[in-house]
């Protein structure tokens, strides 16, 4: 057991941990436990989790990397100083005797093993190390101590990777350099040097493989030991560095030399996601400092082939300098800060359901979809609570049961909502903590900084597989967003934890390390928590794959920009090296002694690759562990694959597994000399066809219906057994009927994918629009644009088979300014304002973006322009074609995101129509565009006092007809005939008059107005045989105070009931309910409201008072930031009055 005295992250531990109970932490609507259990794992987790010392400097209170390429250096099972460290080309070890230094170049017979032999060894007389501790650390270096004394006796050490160099500091004794077996030591030209050696750098050629030594000024290297084999540096007063490189060849030390002292003090990756062009680009920083105090800052910083074979620009300079390694050419560059520009083609949730389509082979089956559904419905309600009781195989039950839930909402299957049920019960279950339950629940450990989940497996309550055990619940709550919003809103805080457990973007929160399972730099995650002797690893690339597109998916759901752009990032680079390093799809990183034998690697780890895992060496894990679970989201086996390649990489995994089976004697699974899918089981066979489906879905399809018609179970099962057959069914046919997927598309709503079905000739489009408001989708091929279309909020759209629909946008309305239908010159960027998501920004003179609207009708429009300027002199036109519409200035705000609004007006023509927002002066973000009417319809008759002719019942008073709440209703005595009149307060012209009726409506009645009581000489409308419940007029034409409903026969035995009686209109120019123009600029939006109801027109300040249709307040105050915080509100209808310019203006609004 690797122990420590040094550092103690919370003082937590008093006594054992069972003298600690655990307490519940709320999170929003969720909540842990505030500490570990103690019933959970004897031995390893409770030294991890509970009783850890972990090996840092005292005093450094930051969260505990784990799952990274140095982690054994902070705890190792077993080890007191640590393992291998594969930097990359440089291998360090740590050892009592110093630090073995590799440069490894050599495979193994089998192409497994890249060797680690033969080592540099810096250790120094009298130095007998006991401990390792780290120091720092940061995205992709390391700053260790090995020492025998922590304060005077110890070796300082720093590593990175990608760069060539071990920069080390010697303090306490006198260091030496020791090849136990025969070295030359050499200059850069290849001849020996002499000793003692007073230069300042030169190589030892060991073996076959190439050091550096770089000393500092005045040093002396003296040579001994039995075969000369010891070397002795004597450094100058005041100097104790000595740098280490890697060369390929002893000619290279003459320019790696020139930045051997340039030590990297920080390294950190940033990166860009650029929904409108469809790129992500990638910056590689460093910090540096000159150990000589030179001016030179550069470092020489290699980068894999997962980073630079698919860049569509960089600015990174290559020196001309390569290592082989094992994951292929690392290339040397020069600097200090590289950037890296790749497609980003978005990434796709889900299908829409099938369709039954004329020509297809084997055409999708509705009734057949809807058994498998009913069949799994059937199955899951068998035990309570739902699903396995541990993180993985829990998360597992989760996923399938969320892509069930949606595969019913999409074929409208009866069992949707019972489905939909169990999930948000079992995701509610697991997202709180009650005290004492033992199983369902997550945890804090509070010395590492981590949230686990438990019951934990495979060891994930010691980190191991954290981004394949939490991104499936990431996942589930994803999809079920796309049923339930609310639901996905209401859990955000405690999903967010569960996220931020294995992928924390948000350098801010040190509540969890960055990215603690994905190495940065190696493009990949690793799965071990706590590391390996020999380095870290990781089996499944598919499980680490879902983990960022549930990343992706959930920030897409919850407007949260930087969890959905971290995911697009880690999914991003995965997946590079997923088709690099674990496929080969290339064919030149593998040696070819591995190449030539395999298609796929099932354990990858820094020196080389295993083929099997870790529960077996049959064929069917080694490759389905790389494919499962099934998803939409897996389309980056399209970037690496052809069709043919696909199919070809598949038949040869079906022969393997009948070499495999009859090596084995498995003669059972060898029928007719062969291994069908059915054969090797039906939860393997769907994980293969899943893969498969990508390329060939017509294959699937063609399988599936002769299991279906087989009579045989074993085949049946493949279908028909209540779990993955489902999926694989729904899946296949979907993409049967929207074909190959399109590399060269993308959109600017980014949970999308395009299809080409060579059959029909047709394009097809599917995408999600995750937001609460309808945009408009640009669709891309190459950059450039081919189409666009509206997608209206929360939902899944298809171009399959039927119409876009309406690309023009209602108004009056609130159109984000991303969801522009075309754009020159602008960019987008995240935004802090009020709702977050996206603003535009980069904007400059001359840049312009179109939006498609529809006005409802002709008339004037106030334009509000939600904007952000650090300086003034900004100005906006609004155009249609070449015609001026409005002008706006842009006032200074204090910054780029303090945002105001501006408003403006516009007369507008009825219908479709673009309009162009045209910069005149730049220097101002734009984040959104509102169109309001200068006249809104507002209802006259709201709350206003009534007369009636009868009541049923003093529960029923003719005041219930006009209060907003369709809930109430007056209702008259039992007789003909009835009225009921409504005092407006003011004369109006009356334009339309809506009433809903109950089921006793008037079956003759008049609808009259009046400028008094005492008669009624204007008829509205006349109106016989009424049988509907809604009757509204519109087109009227008159003017009065008092409008009336006669009614002379009703249409039942009881008398008649109206529940809202709703008139509109107005005085001429002038807004009917306003006391003046004061409230003609005012627009409350959006409407109904869920979270923050916007106010535009009233100055920040004004009062406010909001109360119920029973007169009851609800809530009063001053309106900050433009907006009011309707989601304190419970849903249901109220009347706001805010008084403007001394006038009182009064709406009703619906709080949902």
């Known amino acids: 057991m690797k122990r420590s005295i040094l550092y103690l992250l919370i003082p937590l531990l008093l006594g054992s941990a069972s003298s600690l109970a655990q307490s519940v932490v709320p999170v929003g609507a969720g909540s842990y436990a505030s500490y570990p259990p103690t019933h959970e794992m004897d031995g390893v987790f409770t030294n991890i989790a509970q009783n850890a010392e972990i090996d840092v400097m005292p005093g450094d209170t930051r969260a505990i990397p784990t799952n990274d390429w140095w982690t054994n250096l902070i705890y190792d099972e077993g080890d007191q100083i640590g393992g291998q460290l594969w930097a990359m080309p440089l291998v360090v070890d740590p050892t009592p005797d110093g630090l073995n230094i590799f440069n490894p170049f050599k495979w193994n017979p089998e192409g497994t093993n890249l060797g680690v032999d033969y080592p540099v060894v810096l250790k120094g007389s009298g130095f007998a190390a006991t401990k390792s501790v780290v120091t720092n650390w940061s995205d992709w270096s390391v700053d260790a101590r090995l020492f025998q004394d922590i304060n005077n006796k110890y070796i300082n050490f720093t590593l990175a990777h990608g760069i060539p160099f071990l920069y080390t500091n010697a303090i306490g004794f006198t260091p030496q350099i020791e090849c136990y077996h025969g070295a030359a030591y050499l200059n850069s030209s290849g001849t020996p040097v002499a000793f003692p050696f007073t230069g300042e750098y030169f190589v030892i050629r060991y073996w076959d493989t190439f050091y550096g030594v770089h000393l500092p000024p005045g040093s002396t290297v003296t040579q001994g030991g039995p075969t000369g084999n010891l070397l002795t540096v004597n450094f100058a007063s005041g100097q104790n560095y000595l740098v280490f490189s890697a060369l390929p060849n002893a000619a290279a030390a003459a320019t790696v030399h020139q930045y051997a002292y340039v030590k990297p003090t920080n390294t950190t990756v940033s990166y860009n996601y650029n929904t409108a062009a469809g790129s992500m680009t990638t910056t590689w920083s460093l910090t540096t400092t000159n150990l000589r105090g030179a001016a030179q800052t550069n470092v020489i910083q290699g980068f894999l082939p997962h980073q630079y074979r698919t860049a569509t620009s960089s600015n990174v300079a290559y020196n001309g300098i390569t290592f082989s390694q094992s994951r292929g050419l690392l290339r040397m560059a020069t600097g200090n800060n590289f950037s890296f520009t790749y497609k980003f083609n978005g990434i796709l949730p889900h299908y829409k359901a099938p369709q039954t389509i004329a020509g297809e082979t084997t055409p999708y089956n509705a009734t057949r979809m809807a058994t498998l559904i009913s069949n799994y419905t059937t199955e899951i309600q068998k035990t309570t609570p739902y699903g396995a009781a541990d993180t993985y195989w829990g998360g597992k039950d989760l996923v399938r049961l969320a892509k069930y839930m949606l595969m019913a909402k999409e074929t409208n299957h009866p069992q949707y909502t019972t489905l939909l049920t169990i999930l948000k019960n079992s995701l509610t279950n697991w997202f709180t903590y009650t005290p004492g339950e033992t199983e369902r629940y997550f945890a804090w450990y509070p010395k590492w900084k981590a949230l686990i ?638 979270d923050k109801l916007f106010v535009i027109g009233a100055d920040k300040g004004t009062e406010f008072i909001i109360r119920n249709t029973a007169g009851t307040l609800a809530m009063k105050g001053k309106i900050t930031d433009d907006y009011i915080e309707a989601g304190l509100l419970t849903r249901g209808i109220y009347i706001i009055d805010v008084t403007v310019n001394n006038r009182l203006i009064r709406r009703k609004i619906i709080k949902e």
């Open 453 to 1090: 989940g438990f019951n934990e497996s495979y060891y994930s309550g010691v980190f191991t597989d954290n981004h394949f055990h939490y991104g499936y619940f990431i996942q589930a709550a994803a999809l079920v967003g796309m049923a339930d919003p609310a639901f996905v809103n209401q859990y955000s805080a405690i999903l967010t934890m569960i996220a931020k457990q294995y992928a924390n973007w948000d350098r801010a929160d040190g509540n969890f390390p960055f990215m603690r399972t994905f190495d940065p730099w190696m493009g990949h995650s690793y799965a071990g928590g706590v590391s390996s002797p020999t380095g870290n690893n990781q089996e499944s690339t598919s499980e680490a794959m879902q983990s960022w597109h549930a990343l992706f998916f959930l920030g897409a759901q919850l407007g949260n920009n930087g969890m959905r752009d971290a995911g697009a990032f880690g999914y991003m680079y995965e997946s590079k090296a997923t088709l690099e390093y674990w496929f080969n799809v290339n064919n030149d990183v593998w040696p070819a002694s591995y190449n030539s034998a395999r298609d796929v690697v099932g354990i990858l780890w820094p020196g080389g690759y295993v083929y099997g895992t870790y529960f077996g060496i049959d064929p069917q894990w080694i490759h389905g562990i790389q494919m499962l679970p099934t998803s939409p989201g897996f389309h980056y086996f399209n970037q690496g694959f052809t069709k043919s390649q696909a199919n070809a990489y598949y038949d040869r995994l079906m022969a393997e597994l009948l070499s495999f089976n009859t090596a084995q004697g498995n003669t059972a699974r060898t029928d007719g000399g062969v291994v069908t899918e059915a054969e090797i089981g039906h939860d393997w066979a769907n994980v293969l066809l899943g893969y498969r489906m990508m390329f060939d879905p017509q294959y699937v399809t063609g399988k599936l219906n002769q299991y279906w018609n087989s009579t045989d179970q074993e085949e049946r099962d493949v279908v028909l057994y209540p779990y993955e057959g489902g999926t694989t069914y729904y899946y296949a046919h979907a993409l049967q009927n929207l074909g190959e997927y399109q590399t060269t598309y993308h959109m600017s709503i980014p949970t999308s994918a395009a299809y080409f079905n060579a059959a029909t000739g047709q394009t097809n489009y599917v995408v999600y629009n995750p937001s609460s408001s309808a945009q408009t989708c640009i669709v891309y091929n190459n950059g450039a644009q081919v189409t666009s279309f509206q997608v209206p909020a929360n939902t899944l759209y298809s171009s399959l088979g039927g119409t876009p629909p309406n690309p023009y946008t209602a108004i009056p309305a609130t159109l984000q300014a991303e969801s522009y239908a075309a754009m020159n010159g602008v960019q987008t960027e995240a935004t802090t304002d009020a709702g977050g998501g996206q603003n535009v920004g980069w904007i400059d003179a001359g840049d312009w973006m179109d939006f498609n609207v529809n006005a409802t009708s002709a008339g004037s429009y106030t334009v509000g322009f939600r904007v952000a300027a650090p300086a003034t002199g900004g100005q906006v036109q609004l155009r249609a074609g070449a015609t001026v519409l409005a002008t706006a200035n842009i006032p200074a705000t204090g910054g780029w995101q303090t945002w105001t609004t501006v408003n403006t007006a516009v007369n507008l023509p009825a219908g479709n129509q673009t309009l162009r927002v045209h910069v005149v002066t730049g220097g101002w973000n734009l984040n959104w565009l509102h169109f309001g009417t200068s006249a809104p319809v507002v209802n006259l008759a709201l709350n206003k006092p009534t007369t009636v002719l009868s009541t049923e019942n003093a529960g029923m008073p003719g005041s219930a007809a006009v209060d907003g709440d369709p809930a109430t209703r007056w209702s008259s005595a039992f007789s003909d005939p009835q009225w009921i009149y409504v005092d407006l307060g003011a004369t109006y012209s009356i334009s339309r008059v809506k009433i809903t009726w109950e089921t006793a409506s008037s079956k003759d009645y008049q609808v009259q107005l009046s400028t008094s009581t005492s008669s009624w000489p204007t008829v509205l409308k006349n109106v016989t045989g009424n049988t509907t419940l809604v009757n509204d007029h519109t087109g009227l034409s008159g003017a009065g105070r008092y409008l009336r409903i006669y009614s002379t026969a009703r249409n039942t035995v009881y008398g008649i009931s109206i529940f809202e009686l709703e008139v509109y209109g107005n005085t001429g120019a002038r807004l009917a309910t306003q006391e003046d123009n004061a409230g003609e600029q005012l627009a409350m939006y959006p409407l109904p409201v869920k």
